[in-house]
């Protein structure tokens, strides 16, 4: 089964900076295009930052220039730096990944979330 394991949140003063790490893991898998989500309390999630196999970034418009968003294909893991950070990027952060094998194709999957507080 594909498991992925998310690191990396916690608590930081507005204008700081964490890294998320999310290490993804399944026998027999491969992964595709990966990604971070957030959802705030009584909102939906949304996307933050997504990036392919190949490299290709895509970014929401609200961390664009303030988050970079990075993978390491030989460690199946991928990174979130997120720097000048606001109040209102507190939420929790999901970890998202396509995986794919022989026997299952490509299917979606979810970390469990890491939180990301930001307060003075």
């Known amino acids: 089964q594909v498991q992925l394991v998310e690191s990396g949140g916690g608590l930081v003063q507005p204008g700081g900076s964490l890294r998320l790490s999310c290490a993804a893991s399944g026998r027999g898998f491969s992964f595709g295009d990966m990604g971070w989500y957030r959802q705030a309390p009584g909102k939906q999630r949304e996307l933050v930052a997504t990036?392919?196999?190949?490299?290709?970034?895509n970014y929401a418009d609200s961390v664009r220039g303030r988050f970079t968003i990075s993978r390491d294909n030989a460690k199946s893991t991928v990174y979130l730096q997120m720097n000048s950070l606001k109040p209102e990027d507190t939420a929790v952060y999901y970890c998202?990944?396509?995986?794919?094998?022989?026997?299952?194709?490509?299917?979606?999957?979810w970390g469990q979330g890491t939180q990301v507080t930001v307060s003075s």
């Open positions: 998202n990944a396509d995986a794919h094998s022989f026997f299952t194709g490509i299917k979606n999957y």
């Open positions: 990036v392919t196999g190949g490299g290709t970034t």
